[in-house]
């Protein structure tokens, strides 16, 4: 049986996921992208994982670099989401930002970042999986912030809720709001 390609993003786009972009620095160079394709892989040796279109210009200079950051999105970074979405030729130029213990560039508003040194990069069809060791990391503007989310097509943002959960957890509850949508980012990862 053959899935559609269409059918198959939309399905899941079901799963909600945090926002990042993910940059590196080669040759002077700077590159960053908004990738949603991104995980923690292991504690001991602490490593995550991020899958990057084959066609993007930073995969290759990933490759090239064998270093990357990634900068988790607080809810307030739609705008610097769409900033690295699209394809422009100085993408930090307006987005202020340091230079990490990597010389990758860390953007002064993210919610968390890590720096990661590449230890593994394996084919994944039309995407790459990047397994980077994480040599720095900073939460500095963590403590009050909430993530941006990604959920069908839309960005959305977690918000207190004064009902319990449907299958009656109790605590404090989120549920998502959504912002207006957008168009969907190809196969987790903006073309750059």
Do not use: W
């Amino acid at each position: 049986m053959s899935i559609d390609a269409g059918e198959f993003r939309r399905t899941l786009g079901h799963f909600a996921t945090g926002v990042t972009v993910v940059t590196t620095q080669y040759q002077n160079e700077l590159h960053g992208t908004t990738v949603s394709s991104f995980s923690s892989l292991s504690l001991d040796p602490p490593l995550v994982l991020v899958c990057l279109d084959l066609k993007t210009s930073i995969h290759d200079l990933i490759v090239a670099s064998q270093i990357f950051g990634v900068n988790i999105l607080a809810e307030h970074g739609e705008t610097t989401s769409r900033h690295f979405a699209r394809h422009a030729p100085d993408k930090f130029s307006t987005v202020p930002y340091d230079l990490g213990q990597l010389a990758v560039p860390l953007l002064r508003d993210a919610l968390a970042t890590l720096e990661c040194r590449v230890v593994a990069h394996y084919a994944g069809g039309d995407h790459s999986i990047f397994i980077g060791e994480v040599v720095a990391i900073n939460t500095a503007h963590a403590s009050q912030a909430r993530p941006l989310l990604f959920f069908r097509s839309k960005y959305s943002q977690l918000h207190s809720s004064p009902h319990p959960l449907a299958n009656g957890a109790t605590g404090t509850p989120t549920r998502v709001n959504h912002a207006p949508e957008v168009p969907a980012l190809f196969n987790a990862t903006a073309l750059d």
